[in-house]
C-alpha cells in the first residue's frame, strides 16, 4: 500500500427496477452498483459497466434508504468513511457474483444513454477501488479494447451469456477533443500501439498512461454544461456538482 491514499470517486449507477431474483431481498431500497473513476468528466461517455464474472460483490447497507453493491474489502473501507448504516461496521445484505450482476440495466449520472448495462471484464481488479468499473471506451484504452472483444466475438458473447442488446445499441461518444489524439482518443492510441486484445497488459498500461496524461493536461469539453472548457478547469467543477447532487462519493484506499 502506498504512503498516501489515493482518492478515487465513486459513482452511483442506479439499478433499475424490477430487480431479478438474486437481488429481490433488495426490493424497496435503492441500489447502487458504484463505480471507481479517477476521471468522472468523462462521464458524459458511458456506454456499460464492467464487473469480474468470478469476483465475489456484496449489497451493503450505506444508509436506511442506499444500498451499494461492490467488493466486501470496499465496504469495510467505506464504512471507516462514514458510509456504512452501521459505523466502522459494513453491513452485508446479500452476496453476490459478478455474474449474477451481468445484464442489469442501470441508470447512471451524466450518460447520454439512459441506461445502460452490466457486462464482463476479465482484466477488473477486485483488490482495488470497488471492483466495479464504468466503460468509457471513447477515452479509456482498457474499456475500448474490452467493448471490441464483445463487439467482434459472437463465441465470446454467447459463452458469457452477453446478450446482443446489452451491446449493439451502444458506441464510442466523441466527449473530449485530444490536439493530436482526436474526440476519440483511447481508440487511436490501441490503433497506433496495435493492441490486438485484453491480454496485452503492457501495451494497454502505456495506452492508459498516455490517454489519461494527454487527456488531463490537453483535453477539451466537446459535449455538457463546460463545452469547449479545459479537462483541468472542469473536472474540480463535475465532481463538485456530482458531490453536491449526491449521486457520486469520495473513496480513499
Ligand atoms: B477510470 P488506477 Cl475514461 N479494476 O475511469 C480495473 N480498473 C479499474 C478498477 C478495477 N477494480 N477500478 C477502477 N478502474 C479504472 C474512467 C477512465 C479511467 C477513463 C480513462 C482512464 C481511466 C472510465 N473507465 O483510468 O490504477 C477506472 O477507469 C486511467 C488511469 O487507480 C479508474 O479511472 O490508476 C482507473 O482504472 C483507476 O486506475
Redesign the pocket.
Known amino acids: 500500500e502506498e504512503a498516501e491514499p ?1 482518492e ?1 470517486m465513486l459513482i452511483k449507477m442506479k439499478v433499475i427496477p424490477p430487480f431479478p431474483p438474486k437481488l429481490m431481498v433488495l426490493e424497496g431500497k435503492n441500489v447502487y452498483l458504484t ?5 468522472p468528466e ?1 462521464m458524459y ?2 456506454t456499460n459497466c ?1 464487473v469480474l464474472p468470478n469476483g465475489n460483490y456484496g449489497a451493503f447497507e450505506i444508509n436506511e434508504t442506499d444500498v451499494f453493491i461492490l467488493t466486501a474489502r470496499a465496504a469495510r473501507n467505506l464504512a471507516y468513511q462514514m458510509l456504512s448504516r452501521v459505523s466502522e461496521k459494513p453491513t452485508c445484505l446479500v452476496e453476490l457474483f459478478g455474474k449474477d450482476l451481468i445484464g442489469l440495466p442501470l441508470k447512471s449520472p451524466l450518460s447520454f444513454y439512459e441506461i445502460i448495462y452490466v457486462l464482463p471484464m476479465q ?14 471506451p ?6 475500448f479494447i474490452a467493448f471490441q472483444e464483445l463487439v467482434k466475438n459472437q463465441d465470446f458473447r454467447v459463452a458469457c451469456e452477453v446478450k446482443d442488446e446489452w451491446i449493439f445499441p451502444f458506441e464510442a461518444i466523441p466527449i473530449i477533443n485530444v490536439p493530436g489524439f482526436g474526440n476519440k482518443s ?1 481508440e487511436k492510441i490501441c490503433f497506433d500501439l496495435k493492441i490486438d486484445g485484453p491480454d496485452e497488459k503492457d501495451k494497454l498500461a502505456k495506452a ?2 498516455i ?2 496524461m494527454k ?1 488531463y493536461n490537453d483535453g477539451i469539453m466537446i459535449v455538457g454544461e463546460f463545452y469547449n472548457q479545459k479537462v483541468q478547469e472542469v473536472k474540480p467543477l463535475i465532481k463538485e456538482k456530482l458531490l453536491k447532487a449526491d449521486i457520486a462519493v469520495l473513496y480513499y484506499e
Open positions: 489515493q478515487y463505480a471507481a473513476t479517477l476521471r468523462t461517455g458511458q464492467w482484466n477488473v481488479l477486485v483488490n482495488k477501488g470497488t471492483g466495479i468499473v464504468t466503460s468509457v471513447s477515452d479509456s484504452p482498457d474499456d483511447a492508459k498512461e490517454t489519461y487527456g
